[in-house]
T-cell receptor, first 110, second 115 residues
């Protein structure tokens, strides 16, 4: 079974700082997704990465995919309080069966 | 375009009962997937339906079942409820065929509490 690991599990960072969340997965796939979840809410799609070397950016978030290393990163630049949420990566290697990481709970402190 | 809708949003049941959850996908989407989210196990895939057929199934007991109707709406059923079934059940829809790009759009979820 495909395993997806995220780290860190918890991240507390000050506003204005940069940080990276890592997502490692155990089997070959070139389809990786990042989602955001606010407390008590559903999952919001952030990025879709579909090939080796793919890089997507939206505001203060940038995601990348290295399929050879089976690694995706979500980089946060100059964090703001509004980015506080739980972030999940998900890998799809069979078609519509997503394997989710454990999630990274991000708290941005003023 | 309306998003994925799920009903009911909250449910309280007792052990041994059964429950049915409903999901209406985004218009035009033919694939519906179900996930269970718990603090201990995280997000786990239950099953996926496409054109009224179950196409993928996760590692859950037979008490968990689902179906999809011709209008792509889907239901999942849990029989003989156990305390451990308390969770947020999320439905996701996508438009793509197998092997293609399958971005999934999630509904608000149904919060099930088993007492």
């Amino acid at each position: 079974e495909l395993k997806v690991e995220q780290n860190p599990l918890f991240l507390s960072m000050q506003e204005g700082k940069n940080y990276t969340i890592y997502c490692n997965y155990s089997t070959t796939s070139d389809r990786l997704y990042w989602y955001r979840q606010d407390p008590g809410k559903s999952l919001e799609s952030l990025f879709v990465l579909l090939s080796n070397g793919a890089v997507k950016q939206e505001g203060r978030l940038m995601a990348s995919l290295d399929t050879k290393a089976r690694l995706s990163t979500l980089h946060i630049t100059a964090a703001v309080h509004d980015l506080s949420a739980t972030y999940f990566c998900a890998v799809d290697n069979t078609g519509n069966q997503f394997y989710f990481g454990t999630g990274t709970s991000l708290t941005v402190i003023p | 375009k309306a998003g994925v809708t799920q009903t009911p949003r909250y449910l309280i049941k007792t052990r041994g009962q059964q429950v049915t959850l409903s999901c209406s996908p985004i218009s035009g989407h033919r694939s519906v997937s179900w996930y269970q989210q718990t603090p201990g196990q995280g997000l786990q895939f239950l099953f996926e339906y496409f054109s009224e057929t179950q196409r993928n199934k996760g590692n859950f007991p037979g008490r968990f079942s689902g179906r999809q109707f011709s209008n792509s709406r889907s239901e999942m059923n849990v029989s003989t409820l156990e305390l451990g079934d308390s969770a947020l059940y999320l439905c996701a829809s996508s438009s793509s065929l197998r092997g293609g790009h399958n971005e999934q759009f999630f509904g608000p979820g149904t919060r099930l509490t088993v007492l």
